[in-house]
């Protein structure tokens, strides 16, 4: 059987230049409110369909919120809401610290952000949390989209900012490079490169380029047009880069070191490690100073003179050795108080974190015949790939290429990296991408629904400054944001049941995150602050010192989800997640995940029916409910939840759950527990 032949660049649409292009024609001229909503409307009229009705103004701000921050609105919001404060609203929330909590986790998703390296030797990463707060940092800030890029391929190499903490970004950025799953018991050094180099190049390619270049590691691509050679030549950049991930292994200990943050950090790590040596060079000479005086005492005991008891008349040899371990004792007291001092006056050491930096002596990596690395070939200059029409700045002799790579991804002329990127922000606001397929932009991925839109955005996000909250904020003020998710329009329903075109807004089942936090946000108990540090790391550094492996004979079975933080900031570990985050489709940290996967389970209700985390938020929720009468509390308790009114058969279903569970603590607990585990608390409509 013949195998299949990777077809020419030029077929495939994704790698065509985009451009800005021309507002389409619409009949129905005052239905849109931007661009946007005139590429969705001519092609529903082009199709015969109309756009739904608008969606009633508190479902809209309930959508709202938890698209762009991941909570609910508070009492107060709901009821003090008005549809004309809409755009001022969005603007609030663009401008919340949550906004990061919310979009960071998105982006940690495509970034296979884990604290354990996974695989056999399952080690802990006890400063990923560092890139992980990175991240909700860089999406607060609206760091331009071309410089993300740059400071995780190479923000090491990018000049450095004159702020010392926008410094310590750009460093921790790359963290990017060094998340992934890593293989720390193999103890072939060059395949263990090599894998690290194939898991690099893979969410590299993915995550900014929608490509699965690492199919070409053993063969030419069968369907992209990625030859092996290409392959080779981005694994050179990779396999020229030192990861510094801070990871204390016997076998790798190049992963051992971990890169100084601060301004004087890097000083701060010199005196230290001098320090270190200083102490080192004392205990030699000390060492020296205690063998002497031991053999002496040896000598002493032999000739039957107890060193501890100075005989009244002894042979004038062992009188003089008496005098020397005198001498000698007084000196091996002096050398412990001067190494106890030296001890006491180490350094501060600098704050860590993971990072990368250029080798020492970058390589042009060989490519292997069909993937083997025993069987190596002619080495390939470092490179990107040749089938996207952008040029790659030199690269030279003493450089890896990253920064040439990152500017390459990151050019304005690049055809994919805006593509890419626009619809991803499109896959989160509409709960399904322009491109159903938001990792794959290749020949087995899906084309886009609307192809000119896409071109579109992309062009303008170009244009405009690469700003995410500018590209969100034009999406959630369109009109076909604010659509209504009724299906009750049989034509539009039997023509386009999946809503490919956006004839109505999509109904979004809560990830695991923002359901949890929704959780803790109506007990009372959520805790905003951004977390410091990981469980993760406090656990590992009390396993064994020389290495920091997390097996489950450790502590994965204990791992536990007791923070109230949000839960961007619960410790992930590959290979056990938390009984929440996986019942619930929370992302595989080993891949690079752009959509979730969407279930509902009987699992998942007994989850939530049975769990201890629900049960307290709902004694919480309970005291949090107010009002003068049944009826009032009611509407309380469903308006918190579900950001609307009851209607007048939910009123009396609850009453009379209430009447039978009892008007005290004990039933409302009961009410606002069962009310969590409704459809619609966990829907957005």
Known sequence: MALAVAPPAETLWSLQPFAMQTVPAVKQHDWPRSRVDHFILARLEKEN???????????????????????????????????????????????????????????LDVARYAETSGNTRNMAYVLAWRYRNYVVRALNRDTPFDEFIREQIAGDLLPAASDPARRDDQLLATGFLNVGVKSLGEQDKDLYDMNVADDQIDATCHAFLALSANCARCHDHKFDPIPTADYHALAGIFRSTQNLSGVQTNNVLKEAEAMPLGKDGMQRLTALKQHEKDIADMQKDYVEVAKKRSTVREELIKAGIDPA???????????????????????????????????????????????????????????????EIKKPLAPVKRGALSAIPVKLAPIGPKESGRRQLADWIASPQNPLTARVIVNRVWLHVFGRGLVDSPDDFGKMGMKPSHPELLDDLAARFVKEGWSIKALVRELVLSRTYQMSSSTRSDAALAQDPSNLLLWRANRKRLEAEPLRDAILYLGGTLDLTPREGSPIADKAQAITPQGREVGRKHFLNDLKDDTTHRSIYLPIVRGAQLPMMQCFNAADPGLVIGARSASITPVQSLLLMNSDLAMEQALGFAKRVTGRSLEEKITCAWKMACCREPTAQEIQMLRGFILVSGDNAEGWTQLCHAVMQSGEFQTVY
Not at 73 to 101: N, R, Y
Not at 333 to 360: F, I, N, Y
């Open 49 to 107: 369909l109309a756009p739904n009705d608008d969606a009633e103004p508190l479902a809209l701000l309930r959508r709202v919120y938890f698209d762009l921050i991941g909570l609910p609105p508070s009492l107060e919001e709901i009821e003090g809401f008005e549809m004309s404060k809409f755009a001022g609203v969005v603007d609030q929330l663009l401008a919340s610290p949550e906004f990061g909590a919310r979009w960071g986790r998105h982006w």
């Open 309 to 371: 008891k100075k005989p009244a008349a002894m042979p004038k040899e062992m009188a003089e050795k008496m005098a020397t371990l005198g001498v000698l004792e007084q000196d091996v007291a002096a050398w412990q108080k001067k190494l106890a001092e030296k001890q006491k006056s180490a350094p501060m050491p600098p704050p860590l974190g993971m990072s990368v930096r250029d080798g020492e002596t970058p390589i042009d990596c060989p490519v292997f015949d069909k993937g």
